[in-house]
């Protein structure tokens, strides 16, 4: 279904790639960049962490069927995106948006769009905010999906509590994110392995720079069209967060899908184990409904 190619974007120390797919009529209806979640994932929402659920994929699949044509992408220095970017952690949030930006604009050459919409997931809900902060002409507007509320220290907060096996290390854990957000950095050589894999001296500077973004306060300067879409069954981002978008930014258009978990599938409730089983199923379905909302939120005549 649709018309698959490569795609570059053109930015410093790169090319950016990611993958273009158009609507097999070749005249889409709207286009769109879709920006991946945190940490080491790729265009298709997959990364070697052990989610290979293909999130972006699918909902490109699903976006392209109502004819918006998408572009999902490789962030800097991965994948696909290696460039002569080095170190893929020596990154800020305004290296992401600007690169959002990038990719708008290609949307726009590529496709003959007015302007692109930018869909963020999760972390990348937050980096479309900052690319949006700037009020590129090549943006249309928002589709934030699963995307942070809080700032960045309570959410990994909440996250970190929320699963009693971190208990045992929530003092050193809390410790290290107020020093992060602080702006100070943290020595983890005494702390638990998997304390040293998440706050690792090579992404401290990251999460630094992260921790400083206010999205509600973002949001509620956004001139352009926003839909906030967040399912109830998420165990990363929560509803607090969508409720926390909405209600700074209340003519925002906002959709919580019962059952729908952070990798985009509809999951049973109260089932913790199908839910995390969902991210390693690249055969279960993009949550029912989805991609269509999305495109008939784009597609809206304004």
């Known amino acids: 279904m649709g018309a698959e190619s490569e795609i570059e974007a053109d930015v410093p120390n790169g090319p950016l790639k ?36 293909m999130p972006y994929r699918l909902l490109a699949e699903a976006l392209v069927a109502k004819g918006v044509a998408t572009v999902r992408v ?26 959002a930006r990038a990719w708008a604009r290609r949307m726009v050459e590529a496709t003959g769009a007015p302007c692109a919409w930018i869909v963020g997931h999760s972390e990348g809900g937050l980096t479309a905010l900052v690319a949006e902060s700037e009020d590129d002409a090549a943006i249309c507007g928002l589709v934030l999906v699963s995307a942070p509320g809080r700032r960045f220290a309570d959410l990994l907060r909440d996250q970190l509590w929320s699963n009693p096996a971190n208990w045992p290390l929530i003092a050193d854990a809390l410790a290290a994110i107020s020093a992060l957000e602080a702006g100070q950095h943290v020595d983890v050589s005494k702390f638990h392995p998997a304390l040293q894999n998440l706050f ?30 967040q399912g109830d069954n998420d165990l990363q981002v929560k509803l607090i967060d969508a409720e926390m978008l909405y209600a700074a930014k209340p003519d925002a258009e906002l959709l919580i899908m019962p059952g729908v978990n952070h990798v985009l599938k509809l999951v049973p409730k109260n089932d913790v184990a199908a839910n995390m089983a969902s991210y390693a199923d690249p ?6 409904g989805l991609g269509e909302a999305i495109a008939t939120f784009v597609l809206k005549a304004r």
Do not use: C, H, W
């Open 283 to 288: 055969t279960l379905p993009l949550a029912p």
């Open 200 to 229: 690792a001296p090579v992404i401290q500077d990251y999460l630094i720079d992260v921790m400083s973004y206010d999205p509600a306060a973002l949001i509620a300067a956004e001139k352009k069209p926003v839909m906030i879409l």
């Open 18 to 53: 990611g993958t273009l797919l158009m609507p097999d009529s070749g005249e889409p209806l709207a286009a769109a960049v879709i920006i991946p979640g945190s940490g080491p994932t790729d265009r298709n929402g997959n990364n070697p962490l052990g989610i290979t659920a």
């Open 74 to 99: 490789d962030k800097r220095g991965m994948f696909g995106s290696a460039g002569n970017f080095g170190d893929p952690n020596a990154v800020t949030m305004s290296d992401y948006a600007a690169d």
